[in-house]
């Protein structure tokens, strides 16, 4: 994901979904072009947080079986 950061920052600030994760993380989605999703798994902190991975997939699923959080 080198060279993509302001995509990433571009998904966690305006995701298409946002679901929950297993630990307290929170999964945000976008769609690309070509039927492919960006998917950013982060942690929010009380004034901070962190991207923990990103990742394209065309496999949507494994986070559409989990809970939405948003919208």
Same mark, same amino acid.
């Given at each position: 994901m080198a060279g !993509?950061?302001?995509?990433v920052m571009d998904?966690?600030?305006?995701? !298409?979904?946002i679901f929950s994760g297993g630990g307290g993380e929170l999964?945000?989605?976008?769609?690309?072009?070509?039927?492919?999703w960006l998917v950013v798994v982060y942690r929010e902190m009380e004034d901070d947080?962190?991207?923990i991975t990103a990742f394209f997939t065309r496999?949507?699923?494994w986070f559409r079986r989990?809970?939405?959080v948003w919208p």
């Open positions: !993509l950061e302001e995509q998904v966690i600030c305006d995701p !298409l979904f999964i945000a989605v976008n769609a690309l072009a070509s039927r492919k947080g962190f991207v496999r949507t699923r989990r809970q939405q």
